[in-house]
């Protein structure tokens, strides 16, 4: 038998089993049941109707993890409309192009970030603006919970096959402009079935929200932990002592969280002489990714709060979740030797093939030696870019036919363990977001005392990793540039996302070049990292 494979399908589910149990704990304090929240978002589906958004149609999602995301997320989806989920840390410019790219029909946003919309709505397709604090935001936007008042719950849903895209997750624009991730209800189905299954995922979890929702749909979590009927609780932003007394207050059962995440509740622990509790009465398990975090770090996670920590990988063209260093048979949870272990990036999903390839598309030998390209082939990986079919045809067929090339370069151990060791393209990952080196350079490239510029990712304890710019001054002269570094900075800060702004300069006289005059960023990156255990933060 074949039974189609729809996202809808969560929902529904958690709305038959576990209707009466409570599904989202709010940021405003409201708490809501499956079945709330399936009314709620029913109502958004018919509000949706009503003003003319039909099946296939681009309805994009602005915010940060509150409840009024998910049920956009929901009501969405269950119309048939492509669900696009927007990074809250862009600028104007950056939403401006999305709107266009994805020819967005309809947009929620938070009122917080509703005014980086407004500032373009002019000049994007988007016809219908719905906020949930119409206060709180100039312009002429719709009340979230007006609209559903008077919407009332009645909709059609239209006739949905597996492989119709469900949602466009924007990439970061590490290569040049952000491109369309397109995923099916068949792709997020099957990584949210193993997102359940490698993540542990049961009906008495309760998930706390530090992860954000936009990120390739919160790692498939809002399918997930919905279909199972577990309990979201929400957030605002990541403080690490909100987030320590909520997972004792919520009796919180499992995070995510970046290396910044893990760096931020140490540090607090450790200001407060490890005097702080960290979880009620359920055992907590944290899945991390971006960065590897030091092993010092995770022993703490481990050994101090007493929590497990999951190592995982991936990117947002696959899921994004591919791989997991959650090998148990592998190490002894009493063991040291653990922490090596979780360190890297780990094995295959089920159903995952993942593989490390030289030039040729041969593997390379699993001596944890020979470098090679990741690429893999899953049924979670994504059905294409929006609009791209060049860009396309290039990730999965560069050097073996068929699989998405992460771009990442990595060794294996004599179990398959994958580890990265460095990266094909300049892509700086920061507190889990990934950054251009490129963009930086062109935005460096526009002030007049720059006369050459490379960025490349510096060591930072924060967030594992933050970009440093290598500046040749425009006059030549690195001891009186004819700029400060505090110049710099306010320069960037005009032109670029706040998570993107170059902090740390260095200015040379020359950046090391090839003969054909190509910079070596590679050079820059050797003496930045020579006394780091790894050449680069692992992505």
């Known amino acids: 038998m074949e039974k189609p494979l729809l996202v809808t399908d969560f929902l529904d589910r958690a709305r038959d089993y576990y209707d009466e149990q409570e599904a989202v704990v709010a940021t405003t304090g409201d708490r809501y049941t499956y079945a709330e929240l399936g009314e709620r978002a029913d109502r958004f589906s018919a509000a949706l109707q009503q003003r003319g958004i039909e099946k296939g149609d681009r309805v994009a999602v602005l915010d940060p993890n509150t409840h009024y995301h ?319 079919p060049e860009q396309t045809e290039e990730a999965f067929d560069d050097r073996l036919e068929g699989y998405y090339h992460m771009g990442d370069l990595a060794t294996v151990d004599d179990n398959g363990m994958v580890s990265i060791k460095d990266r094909k393209k300049d892509i700086i990952i920061s507190g889990g977001e990934n950054i251009s080196s490129i963009e930086l350079e062109d935005t460096l490239f526009e002030h007049e005392a720059v006369g050459a510029a490379a960025v490349i990712p510096s060591p930072s304890e924060e967030w594992g990793e933050t970009p440093k710019a290598f500046v040749v001054p425009a006059n030549g002269d690195p001891e009186n540039p004819g700029v400060t570094e505090a110049e710099l900075v306010e320069f960037c800060e005009e032109h670029l996302a706040r998570y993107k702004i170059v902090r740390r300069f260095e200015f040379v006289e020359q950046l090391p070049t090839t003969s054909t005059g190509k910079v070596q960023k590679y050079e820059l990156r050797r003496r930045e990292w020579d006394d780091e255990d790894r050449m680069v933060g692992q992505g």
């Open 70 to 388: 998910l049920e956009a997320a929901y009501g969405s989806i269950q119309v048939g409309a492509v669900h696009t989920p927007l990074n809250y840390r862009l600028t104007p410019d950056d939403f401006e192009y999305i709107l266009a790219d994805a020819g967005v029909d309809a947009i929620y946003a938070d009122y917080e970030y509703a005014d980086r919309i407004e500032a373009v709505r002019e000049s994007v397709p988007t016809e219908t603006f719905i906020t949930n604090d119409t206060d709180a935001v100039d312009g002429d936007w719709e009340s979230f919970d007006a609209v559903l008042d008077a919407a009332g719950t009645d909709y059609d849903r239209p006739e949905m096959a597996e492989d119709d895209i469900v949602t466009i997750n924007y990439t970061s624009g590490t290569t040049g402009d952000p491109k369309g991730v397109c995923r099916t209800h068949r792709t997020e189905t099957i990584h949210a079935y193993l997102v359940s299954v490698h993540q542990e995922l049961s009906d008495d979890d309760v998930y706390l929200w530090t992860l954000p929702m936009f990120h390739v749909n919160g790692w498939g979590h809002i399918y997930a932990v919905t279909g199972l009927g577990a309990k979201h609780v929400c957030t605002r932003g990541v403080d690490a002592e909100w987030i320590l007394d909520t997972v004792v207050a919520e009796d919180v059962s499992y995070l995510c969280g970046a290396p910044t995440v893990l760096n931020m509740l140490v540090d607090y622990y450790d200001d407060h002489d490890g005097e702080v509790r960290t979880q009620g009465e359920n055992d907590v398990r944290i899945a991390t990714a971006g960065s590897a975090p030091p092993e010092a770090t995770i022993r703490q996670v481990e050994d101090e709060f007493g929590w497990y920590l999951k190592h995982v990988y991936g990117a947002t063209e696959t899921g994004p979740l591919i791989t997991t260093s959650d090998a148990r048979r592998l190490f002894d949870d009493d063991s040291d030797a653990r922490f090596k272990i979780k360190k890297r990036q780990g094995l295959g999903y089920l159903g995952t093939d993942v593989r490390v390839v030289d030039e040729d598309g041969n593997d390379v030998p699993r001596d944890d030696e020979t470098l090679g390209e990741i690429v893999v082939r899953g049924n979670q990986v994504m059905d294409r870019y929006w609009n791209k």
